[in-house]
């Protein structure tokens, strides 16, 4: 996975940007005398350690200031980083710091706990590939940044344990996470409704792209397993050739077509017993048998391609796909070849919220009461300093 190169901060958009007490505390320190400091960043909860684009940040700051900063990543990028452990050290100018908290913070949180997310949800489904379809949930485009980087970055993490992962995303401007130079993906609801059927929406697709592998949404209609099926037989090549894959949206308050809830039961039934036969939520009994895309539904569809002679004609699911989720589809052995989702996007966003605090100056262990657990480094706890810094 490549980094995209950082953006140059500007100072004008810094002081704009950055809470006004840094800006005020940058004032004070330059009048009275600047001094050395250390700063630790850390997340309140258990996360993938994801701080490049805030350190690719940071060192552009320093260029453009003409300084430098001494970062000290603690947890590489990829590792997993307990509640309140620091992931990384800063340590420089007070003055060339000071207004930089608020803007570094920004980029660290929500690709840390992303990350984590992604990491998680392959881990679930090991067997599954991933396509990271998060662009059109992101608050702007730097929020589509971190979070196509975190996924990238759970994705590797998880492939160090053997799952396959993110194989790659939706769109261009970030698909160099993944390796590519662009994005995946076939057609919205949209070409279908504009094209008047499934079939004839696939056909113009495979037009338009003939060398591109088709994957044809088949929720549109309500007809999943008969609009699935007439692609198939359109396209015989490519379904034998495994270029060919039906994409699974079905909307949460309908069932698949052949569906309701004894044949969904049934279904699961034939397949993945166990997955039914204990204790389980009203969320996971939703995702094993409900409306929507169930694992009954995968496993519907996946018998009619098999019946059908399409024994490689791939299914990709989407809709929903949250660790969770991931997790009870692993119970039921669903048969799915890719998810697309942008579900790593965290959920409870104060959950990202990154802290720093200083933890020393010019050398001196110092840091606010409650917080002396950042001087613990090494299994060796320093002692918190007393005093103040004059001018």
Known sequence: MDGSPPVEPGEAAISARTDAYF???RAIVQRFGDCRVTYAVFLRRPVVSAP????DWLRSVARERGTDFDIDVIHPEGTWVGAGDPILTI???FVQLSDLETLYLQKMGPPCVAAHNAYQMCLELPQVSFLAMDARHCAGAEMQEMMAY?????SAAARQEGAKGFIGNATDATAHWFGASRGYGTMPHAL????GSTLRAAEMFHETFPDEPLTVLTDYFGREVTDGLAVCRRFPELASAGRLAVRLDTHGGRFLEGLDPAESYAVLERHAPGAIRRYRSETELRHLVGTGVSASAVWKMREALDEAGFPKVRIVASSGFNVQKCRVMAEAKAPIDVVGTGSFIPDLWSETYATADIIAYDGEPRVKVGREFLLQRNGARKRNGSGSHGG
């Open 91 to 93: 340590t420089g100018s």
């Open 192 to 195: 279908i409704g504009y094209a």
């Open 52 to 55: 490049r684009l805030a350190v």
């Open 23 to 25: 800006n005020r505390t």
């Open 150 to 154: 975190a996924a990238s970055v759970g």
